[in-house]
């Protein structure tokens, strides 16, 4: 994002997006969670 | 979330494409992905709202995360949700900007398209539209959004890269990008990540 030129870039707290899914077991293995992100472009 | 991947663009695209026209024609089958309206309950979403939208609306829904979670829109913004899939956020979307606003989700896949097209027409929302289009390259003229919506779809793109110059490249200066996505805290191997039937098994 920031190598695009985004600035203020702003990361949520990690969701359990896979827990109970079919593809939970690899989403453990990685540690794989889901993130909101918020950035701007500059002016 | 950073560069190009080892993968062919065009085989992962194909497989993307199949996988999403599966959950647009039977979102109800079996993924290793929660969907429709106990992933938007996991997820976050407002209850209130995405109770008041009609099945159509969110049963192919397959995001990660909440892309409002850290910003609402605002009314009259103008938004583009890149790789819209059966229109779940755009209906969010179309509802905080209200109509003197637009939203324009932009997908691949047709069946997605159909169904979306579909049911915002059901919804009558004149301030919605869905065009077909790559997120590598969006038929959306230059600086036109005030902000770029997406959930689940930057990390199925082989050149990461490419697709936040495209985002910066839509959006107009001091637009906003705000979306979800997956990130891994353990390393994946570079057999793994060269394994295309992984990224959307």
């Not at chain 2, 209130?48 to 009259?76: C, H, K, M, R, Y």
């Not at chain 2, 003197?100 to 539209?129: C, F, N, P, W, Y």
Request: net charge negative; hydrophobic share 40%.
């Amino acid at each position: 994002m920031e190598k695009a030129g985004f600035v203020n870039v702003q990361i949520g707290r990690p969701v359990d997006t896979f827990g109970g899914a079919g593809g939970e077991s690899n989403a453990r293995l990685f540690e794989v969670f889901g993130y909101a992100f918020l950035a701007y472009k500059p002016e | 979330m950073s560069g190009q991947t080892p993968v062919d663009p065009v085989a992962l695209r194909d497989e993307v494409r199949a996988k999403y026209q599966e959950v647009a024609v039977d979102p109800h089958g079996e993924f290793h992905f929660h969907t429709g309206r106990p992933l938007a309950k996991r997820l976050g979403y407002d209850d209130t709202v995405v109770s008041a939208l009609p099945d159509a609306a969110i049963e192919s829904f397959a995001g990660v995360g909440n892309p409002f979670s850290l910003q609402s829109l605002n009314a009259g913004e103008r938004v583009v949700d890149i790789g819209s899939g059966g229109g779940f956020d755009v209906f969010i979307a179309a509802q905080q900007v209200g109509p003197e606003g637009q939203v324009v989700g932009i997908d691949m896949t047709e069946e997605m398209l159909d169904k979306s097209r579909r049911t915002a027409a059901d919804m009558e929302l004149s301030h919605v539209e869905f065009r077909d289009g790559l997120i590598e390259d969006m038929p959306v003229e230059d600086g036109w959004a005030d902000v770029v919506i997406s959930n689940g779809v930057i990390n199925l793109c082989a050149d990461k890269a490419l697709v936040f110059d495209e985002i910066s490249r839509v959006l107009k200066p001091g637009g906003r990008l705000q979306f979800a996505d997956i990130a891994n805290g353990a390393p994946v191997p570079e057999s793994a990540v060269s394994d295309i039937d992984l990224w959307t098994a």
